[in-house]
């Protein structure tokens, strides 16, 4: 009964997981299949859709390990993700949420690499004299689960500190 609660209690995340994963890799066909290679589609003043391909991890680091230490880096950060994520408590709601967008997008961008040997990145925020790095929804979904779990420990940290009754 035990495994049986334990399952359903993880089910939303990993339905979370499969969810990202979809929209991530249904976005990039249609990013594939529509968009010029290396070409600027503005849709607002800072805001433009630029489809080029990534060789490394974050910012294009570690391109030089090659496609198969890349797979088995991302793997690696996706088991210890789904390691932590096991040892959160039921009650940290954002927690979870932010652990299974970090694997959906991680994922998201394993099944890149591992498919193609890059990762397709396609969002530019920019100014005409700056431009941020380009990068696609699976980095958006690490980076908000990464905020959300920063957010529940800080909120966590509040809840926990006492004032002193001095």
């Known amino acids: 009964m035990v495994k049986s609660?334990?399952?359903?209690?993880?089910?939303?995340?990993?339905?979370?997981?499969?969810?990202a994963i979809a929209l991530d890799q249904w976005v990039k066909h249609l990013v594939e299949t529509g968009l010029a290679f290396q070409e600027k589609v503005d849709l607002v003043p800072f805001l433009a859709l630029y489809r080029t391909y990534n060789t490394g991890i974050a910012?294009?680091?570690f391109s030089s390990f090659g496609d198969t230490g890349l797979v088995v880096i991302a793997a690696s950060v996706v088991a210890f993700v789904l390691y932590l994520a096991a040892r959160t408590p039921p009650g940290h709601v954002l927690t979870r949420i932010g652990?299974?967008?970090?694997?959906?997008?991680?994922?998201?961008?394993?099944?890149?690499?591992?498919?193609?040997?890059?990762?397709?990145?396609?969002?530019?925020?920019?100014?005409?004299?700056?431009?941020?790095?380009?990068?696609?929804?699976?980095?958006?979904?690490?980076?908000?689960?990464?905020?959300?779990?920063?957010?529940?420990?800080?909120?966590?940290?509040?809840?926990?500190?006492?004032?002193?009754?001095?």
């Not at 609660?5 to 969810?19: D, E, H, I, M, R």
């Not at 394993?110 to 925020?125: E, K, N, S």
């Open 59 to 61: 910012f294009s680091m």
């Open 99 to 166: 652990f299974a967008l970090i694997v959906g997008g991680a994922l998201g961008n394993l099944l890149d690499r591992a498919t193609y040997g890059h990762v397709i990145d396609y969002i530019l925020f920019h100014t005409p004299v700056w431009s941020f790095a380009i990068f696609n929804l699976a980095d958006a979904f690490i980076a908000v689960g990464a905020v959300l779990v920063v957010f529940d420990e800080l909120i966590g940290w509040r809840r926990g500190a006492k004032p002193s009754s001095d």
């Open 5 to 19: 609660q334990t399952a359903k209690s993880w089910f939303p995340y990993a339905l979370l997981v499969a969810a």
